[in-house]
């Protein structure tokens, strides 16, 4: 003789199955997310990292440009290297 499940079983059942899913991707993402922490630049990749051309700001002439557009935009000049003064509004 076969055992059937009270209807009560079965919202709680349905409940547990979302809340496995919910664990069963939470942890699937952390594992995913830290398994590639621990890499760093390789010492044969360094070298193409540290060339001048990979640097932030190192093209002159676009900076002259930028500067010209600020102070065409902003009626000022100077002050590129700071941040705050003038009107207070920083």
Not at 53 to 60: E, I, K, L, V
Request: net charge positive.
């Amino acid at each position: 003789m076969k055992m059937k499940l009270a209807r009560t079983a079965l919202p709680f059942r349905r409940h547990t199955r979302g809340l496995g899913r919910s664990i069963w991707l939470i942890t699937s993402l952390a594992l995913i997310l830290s398994s590639c922490s621990g890499l760093g630049v390789k010492p044969w990749a360094r070298g193409t990292l540290a060339r001048p051309d990979m640097t932030f700001g190192n093209d002159a002439l676009n900076g002259q440009f930028d500067n010209h557009i600020y102070f065409s935009k902003e009626a000022a000049s100077g002050g590129s290297g700071q941040s705050g003064g003038g009107c207070g509004c920083n």
